[in-house]
């Protein structure tokens, strides 16, 4: 099972994937340098701890909590 990719961290509820693909390459080394790694490959998750309440989109019927598509 995935865990966080955040040093020290090792969470491994509520994870979400680091930006992939060439029209996100800007958001990920953003993501990248926040985290303090570059060692990081598509398969990189992070947990749900280190987002604001504000980067994710309003509660949802079903439950699930997704982030926002742009909000940094």
């Known amino acids: 099972m ?12 509520r994870l979400f994937r680091l930006p992939t693909g060439v029209s996100n390459r800007a958001r990920r080394e953003m993501w990248e340098n926040l985290i303090g790694r570059d060692d990081l490959n598509d398969n990189s998750r992070i947990c749900e701890l280190h987002f604001s309440e504000q980067q994710f989109e309003a509660k949802r019927a079903h439950g699930r909590k997704l982030l926002r598509p742009k909000f940094c």
């Open 2 to 13: 995935p865990s966080c990719c955040v040093p020290l961290c090792g969470n491994k509820s």
